[in-house]
C-alpha cells in the first residue's frame, strides 16, 4: 500500500532533511553555554578542594586573592553549585555537540537540558549573590582599584558590575530560550527525527 503522507513530515525519508541554519547556530551557541557553564564548575570546586590552584589563574593578583577568598568564605553553597554546573553544563556540551554531528537525539531530552541550564543559571544567580558582593568589595578594596573608584566615584563601580552581571544572566537565558525556540521549529524536529532507511525498505 502506497504511503501518500508528504515525504517532509516522514522521518524516514531517503533522502536527509537539511539542518536549519537557525539550528546550527542556535546549538553552536548552546555548546560554548554549556562548556563555560561546566568550567566554571570545574573552576569552583578546583579552588575551594586546592586554594593553591588559584596562582595557575590568568588574572590579576588583586582579583585573583579576592574571588579565593570570597570561595572559600562561601565554599559550602558554592560546592553545590559547582558540582551541579559540572554535570548539566556537560550534558549540553554532549548533546548539542551529538545533535550537530547527526546523532538523533529525542526533542524532549534536549529541552529537558536546556531547561536545566536555565534553572541552574537563575538559581545560581540567586544563590551565589553572597560570592559576588563579596568579590566585589574585595577587589574595591586592593589599593590598584582605589584610583578607579576615587576618579568614577564610591558608587559607580558597584552600580556598573551589579548591572553587569544583571545583564550576562539575561543574555545567557535568552541564548539558551532562543535554542529551546529552534528546536521546536518544524524543520529542526524534522531534522532531528530523521531515520535512515535501511537497506531492506524498498
Excluded at 559540572?86 to 545533535?99: E, K, N, P, R
Aim: net charge neutral; aromatic share 6%.
Amino acid at each position: 500500500m502506497t504511503d501518500e503522507r508528504d515525504p517532509l513530515n516522514r522521518s524516514d525519508s531517503a533522502e536527509r532533511p537539511r539542518r536549519p541554519r537557525l539550528l546550527l547556530v542556535s546549538l553552536l551557541v548552546a555548546w560554548f553555554l554549556g562548556l563555560g557553564t561546566a568550567q566554571e564548575g570545574i573552576l569552583v570546586a578546583r579552588l575551594i578542594n586546592d586554594p593553591l590552584s588559584a596562582d595557575q589563574m590568568d588574572a590579576a593578583p588583586a582579583v585573583r586573592d579576592a574571588l579565593l577568598q570570597a570561595i572559600q568564605s562561601h565554599s559550602n553553597n558554592l560546592l553545590p553549585i559547582g558540582v551541579a554546573q559540572l554535570l548539566i553544563g556537560g550534558c549540553l556540551v554532549v548533546l548539542s555537540a551529538a545533535v550537530l554531528f547527526g546523532a538523533k537525539i529525542p526533542v524532549n531530552l534536549m529541552l529537558q537540558v536546556l531547561g536545566a541550564n536555565v534553572a541552574l543559571a537563575l538559581g545560581g544567580f540567586f544563590l551565589a549573590a553572597p560570592l559576588r558582593e563579596a568579590l566585589l568589595q574585595g577587589v574595591l578594596q586592593t589599593p590598584e582599584f582605589q584610583r578607579e573608584v576615587q576618579a568614577l566615584g564610591q558608587t559607580a563601580p558597584e552600580v556598573m558590575y551589579r548591572w553587569f552581571s544583571r545583564l550576562n544572566l539575561a543574555l545567557h537565558v535568552g541564548a539558551l530560550s532562543l535554542t529551546a525556540w529552534a528546536l521546536t521549529r518544524p524543520a529542526a524536529r524534522r531534522f532531528m527525527a530523521y531515520r535512515a532507511p535501511s537497506q531492506h525498505e524498498s
